[in-house]
């Protein structure tokens, strides 16, 4: 039950304290939102000739194995197939085209167009001020990323849902950090996404790190092209809980609450192969924590279908 104080001036949650800790991971494209972003690929037409065609995101996740009919660019390959998907070393963030896209699907948004299915899922999470992370199979640099959920937050949060974020986040700051004085609250919530990950799997900067892991580097680079952004979100994913029981313990949570993770993607392949790598490897090593997974593939399911992978325990809205 929430409990508010006044602390150095501020509206604070105490209620926070007595919370569980649920956690999300979220994939971005056709998950929270429809991008315009396009895949340029190479198609068989009907007289035998491959011949320029592009897709979007929500197609290439249902042709990408489709070898006989689709294929990536002879000249180029992956990196002109993907290259809008990319930061443009030449442009500043605010011209990035993650950001005029984002920008282009919260528009349609605010106009009546459906969104992604986790839409509503982001906008709770960030309203209650839970840590989460975005892992998607861009290759933006992780401030991109970052700077799209700021947009996020200032299109679609109301003054009044913003105000309850700022609320909970000096809450959780004043309960865990120990905190009696806090910053503005432009300082606050760069601290709060300062604690979130954005991992765009395919970045330059993650694949070194992915590449230098002891675990993960070998099975990269052994990994067919088809492999490799599935193997890359599972390292996105583990780094995440790494990080999340990592703060935990230094805040003294773990064992004093109920830990979930949920991860949503859109893509059937990344959700099998989420789903395997959780039960033969997260699960055992992090046995306190539930993991759920949410298949939002299919458009007639509002927010997707929900797997529990492991653990059992019986949280609201989970």
């Known amino acids: ?56 995101t929500g ?7 489709d070898e006989a009919r689709y294929r990536l660019p002879l ?3 992956r990196e002109a197939a993907f290259r809008d998907f990319q930061d443009d070393p030449d442009a500043g963030t605010a011209d990035s085209a993650f950001i005029r896209d984002t920008r282009a699907a919260l528009a349609r948004v605010a106009a009546g167009e459906p969104a ?14 839970r840590i989460f992370a975005i892992v998607t199979a861009r290759g933006h640099a992780s401030e991109t990323i970052r700077d799209a959920v700021r947009i996020f937050i200032d ?32 300082e606050e919530l760069d601290y709060f996404l300062s604690m979130c990950r954005y991992h765009a799997v395919t970045s330059p900067d993650f694949k070194e790190k992915l590449s230098s892991d002891s675990d993960f580097g070998s099975r990269f680079a052994d990994a067919t092209s088809a492999q490799k952004p599935e193997l890359a979100k599972e390292f996105a994913i583990r780094d995440f809980v790494e990080h999340l029981f990592r703060t935990l313990r230094r805040t003294g949570g773990v064992g004093a609450h109920q830990v979930a993770v949920g991860f949503s993607d859109d893509d059937v392949g990344n959700v099998k192969a989420v789903s395997d790598y959780i039960r033969r490897e997260l699960a055992s090593r992090f046995g306190c924590c539930k993991f759920v997974v949410y298949d939002t593939s299919d458009p007639e399911l509002v927010s997707g279908r929900k797997v529990t992978v492991s653990g059992q325990l019986d949280l609201p809205g989970f």
Do not use: Q
């Open 1 to 56: 039950m929430d409990e508010f104080a006044v602390i150095d001036g501020r509206r604070v949650n105490l209620g926070v304290a007595a919370r569980d800790f649920k956690y999300y991971i979220f994939d971005w494209d056709d998950n929270i939102l429809h991008m315009p972003t396009r895949i340029y690929m190479e198609k068989l037409d009907d007289d035998g000739r491959w011949v320029p065609t592009s897709v979007s």
């Open 155 to 186: 299109t679609v949060l109301t003054p009044d849902e913003r105000e309850e974020m700022m609320t909970n986040l000096r809450g959780y700051r004043h309960c865990f950090d120990k905190v009696d004085r806090f910053g503005t609250d432009e």
């Open 75 to 77: 000249v180029g390959g």
């Open 59 to 65: 197609t290439f996740a249902l042709v990408r194995s």
């Open 116 to 129: 992604g299915p986790s839409f509503k899922t982001l906008r709770k999470t960030l309203r209650e001020g």
